[in-house]
């Protein structure tokens, strides 16, 4: 069992950057792969970006390759989504979330979700 609870979220302008943390509990952390959605209203749950258990394997959505930088620090069961050059079309929930193994691109496959933290970017 996981429990994640994100911080960081904000009110924010275009071209600038914003650091989102992830705080999980559990002694199995670091054997959980994790990863990051976002969900406009009206609009479906996004994937952003995965990362495996160890940290060595990432990947990225097309609209946010080169952008964001995902990372975790398994000593303190910490996730964070480093996110630079935010656009409009950024703003979104944004959701932690973690599955025992297997990184995947869809809501469904992930077991844990944590409760959201809001990222508004205005022009």
């Known amino acids: 069992q996981v429990q994640l609870v994100e911080s960081g979220g904000g009110l924010v302008q275009a071209g600038d950057s914003l650091r989102l943390s992830c705080a999980a509990s559990g002694r199995t952390f670091s054997s959980y792969d994790m990863g990051w959605f976002r969900q406009d209203p009206g609009k479906e749950r996004e994937f952003v970006v995965g990362i495996s258990s160890s940290g060595d394997s990432t990947y990225y959505a097309d609209s946010v390759k080169g952008r964001f930088t995902i990372s975790r620090d398994n000593a303190k069961n910490m996730l964070y989504l480093q996110m630079g050059s935010l656009k409009p079309e950024d703003t979104a929930v944004y959701y932690c979330?973690?599955?025992?193994?297997?990184?995947?691109?869809?809501?469904?496959?992930?077991?844990?979700w944590g409760q959201g933290t809001q990222v508004t970017v205005s022009l």
């Open positions: 979330v973690a599955r025992p193994a297997g990184l995947g691109y869809q809501p469904d496959e992930y077991d844990y």
